[in-house]
């Protein structure tokens, strides 16, 4: 969100009245239509619930004058008084909590905060696909608490953020689930369902009623800000068919078919040269057409407006407003079409049935809300009460989920966990032991605030502090005065990284190292204390600490995200041995040189003729500091294959009439092809032995990954194809299953961008351990 800012009168006289409107709404209960106490709402079908959605909607349009129906094409439509219809607000966030980002939530009433959750890219670190369900099912069980209290003018969520974090300067990278395309699908189904009020498997959303809407964002190809001279207004991203089939496009897809999201966010940029929210064959043809996707569709904010005013794609702000609503956009976040669609209208641009269309859409989502069936307080959700609202299920959910993100990636000679008994002092130095940089961006008002210092006080009665630099920035690192002070403790633990000075929206980083001189004071601190340090570090986006991970000194290190309202609680207790790590990287962690790879270029595959190395651990073939899936635990894990239900699948007898082609040596066959039936007949079962050989308990996410015995351009180098996370006592083994279907965990894209299944032998891996499977074409 966050675009460009348009100063014209007539917005300002809008804006203030709107707020004069929203002040009224906030303090007199939850806005709704089809109010029962009013007499003529009996006479109007759209108030009727028990017809069926489409026949209300279409009664409700019927109604509604031209300037109406205009009017309720921006996030903030007004009320319609005349038809019983209340004003509505489509633009909230809810990226990890209830946020003050966004125009639909007041905190202004009796709920004055909301749980904060961890950033994502934290809470994607712990493989847990449940977990990510009960944060989402919070989340909108919160929202429904906010707006009974009469402090929401909208129930439509501007989230998850799913875009692959395919280049580590990205300043929003932050806000997502990583870099792999199938984390990022099962994250937004799990996040979307539980949020919506659906089960975690799916299906159960009782005539489409939804508690919130979510809307997966941003569509599509979407993961530059503002980097050496281009900004994410005008940037036009080249993307291959391939990359779009196997990368950009999976996390998308999978949040509307499985996930069943009823929002999605059209992105700024342009792919191809054109303007995403004017893409018909992106937004009509693939969402709604090949997906399915049943639900409205927002701009983000301002990127109609940009389409004429920066981008110079419609020649006329009538074009634009053509281009988007023939496209299959629904909403603007903005006042473009507020302005604009009238006067379209009269130059033959577009048709009502154009603006009919986008209505629809828009007035389905509210009824299905449960925004047109009277007093909410009688209704399905009228009984989520203000104390549902960081309710201590929730606080606890916060901090289960910043312990099982948070990542060890270093231990040497097990310096961590330190003795409780044995800590008789303790030094905390950095500028993010003391501060807000817990929480990230599209934050909220936590419920409470405690941080890293004040976590590990609670542990070591003798603890002093000493911030290092003033900022995160560290331009004036008192290296002196910690290190005199370090001299005299038994431990020090350093909280050092980024916060969102050096990386948020409108915001890429152009390096990849630590700020200032950041790097060395931590060395400094490590070469004056007396053991080994531990070194915490909070950031979205990976960093190059390649001189912490060679230093003998800094025998620890944990990487904690953001990690929300109770991160520094879940890290003293992670320090102190309360609790086991066991999250694992969902990124690449890259060397500081990989800036040479200039952030534009979209390709995630290798091209070894100009030494450009690819991107992401699907494609990247060069150095890293740290690998996707890395992560250390206070105990170890081994893997063993226990069965296979086949290891040898042959295509050419199940498909004796369909097209085998050849790619130099390799043979493949096209998946659409095989058809649903033929790809759900070949799945496989494979059962994977875990075993705790360690002394603690722990929970381990198990990563199952597919690797081509033949390597040619489509095949990445690995992919990830399963995860789960397991609980194991001391000593414990436990078997977990995957199913496999080769149509989706052995196919890769084609140059055309069509996924084609290739013969030979794939091996699955686990941890060390590799099991092959053979396709015979």
Known sequence: MGGIHIHRPLISIIIILLTEFLVFAYSNGPPYSCDSSNPSTKSFPFCDAKLPINNRVRDLISRLTLDEKISQLVNGA????????????????????????????????????????????????????????????????????????????????????????????????????????????IYAVSYVRGIQGDSFEGGQLKDGHLKASACCKHFTAHDLDNWNGYDRYMFDANVTKQDLADTYQPPFKTCVQEGQASGIMCAYNRINGVPNCADYDLLTKTVRGDWSFNGYIASDCDAVAIIHDNQGYAKLPEDAVADVLKAGMDVNCGSYLGEYTKSALQKKKVLESDIDRALSNLFSIRIRLGLFNGDPSKQEFGN???????????????????????????????????????????????????????????????????????????????????????????????????????????????????????????????????????????????????????????????????????NPKIGSILWAGYPGEAGGTALAEIIYGDHNPGGRLPVTWYPKDFIKVPMTDMRMRPEPSTGYP??????????????????????????????????????????????????????????SELGTKLCDSMKLSVSVRVENHGEMDGKHPVLLFVKWDKLSNRNPLKKLVGFKRVSLSAGQNVEIEFVLNPCDHFSTADEDGLMVIQEGTHYLLVGDKEYPITLVL
């Open 384 to 550: 989520i009460g203000s104390d549902h609202v960081c309710s201590q299920k929730h606080q606890d959910l916060a901090l289960e989920a910043a312990k099982n993100g948070i990542v060890l990636l270093k231990n040497s000679a097990n310096l961590l966990p330190l003795s409780k008994m044995k800590t008789g002092s303790l030094a905390v130095i950095g500028p993010n032991a003391d501060s807000h940089t817990l929480l990230g961006n599209y934050e909220g008002f936590p419920c409470k605030n405690v941080s890293v210092l004040q976590a590990l006080q609670s542990y070591v009665n003798h603890t002093m502090y000493h911030h290092g630099c003033s900022f995160v920035n560290c331009t004036d690192a008192a290296i002196d005065e910690v290190v005199h002070l370090v001299k005299e403790v038994d431990y020090v633990v350093l909280i050092m990284g980024l916060d969102q000075t050096q990386e948020r929206e409108k915001h890429d980083r152009t390096d990849l190292e630590l700020p200032g001189n950041q790097e060395n004071l931590i060395t400094s601190v490590a070469q004056a204390a007396k053991s080994p340090v531990i070194l915490v570090l909070m950031c979205g986006g990976p960093v190059d600490i390649s001189f912490a991970k060679d």
């Open 614 to 671: 690819g991107r992401t651990y699907r494609f990247y073939n060069g150095t890293k500091v740290f690998e996707f899936g890395f992560g250390l635990s206070y105990t170890n894990y081994s893997y063993s294959f226990v069965s296979v239900s086949q290891n040898k699948i042959f295509l050419n007898s199940l498909l004796p009439n369909k097209a085998v082609q050849n790619s130099g040596q390799i043979r493949f066959l096209s998946v």
């Open 78 to 185: 007004p009320a319609i008084p005349r038809l019983n219809i209340s004003a509505y607000e489509w633009w909230s966030e809810a990226l990890h909590g209830v946020s003050r980002h966004g125009k639909g939530i007041s905190f202004n009433g009796s709920i004055s905060s909301s749980t904060m959750f961890p950033q994502i890219i934290l809470t994607a670190a712990s493989f847990d696909a449940s977990l990510w369900y009960q944060i989402g099912q919070a989340i909108g069980e919160e929202a429904r608490g906010i707006y009974n209290a009469g402090q929401a003018m909208g129930m439509t969520f501007w989230a998850p953020n799913i875009n692959v974090f395919r280049d580590p300067r990205w300043g929003r990278g932050q806000e997502t689930p990583g870099e792999d395309p199938l984390v990022a699908g």
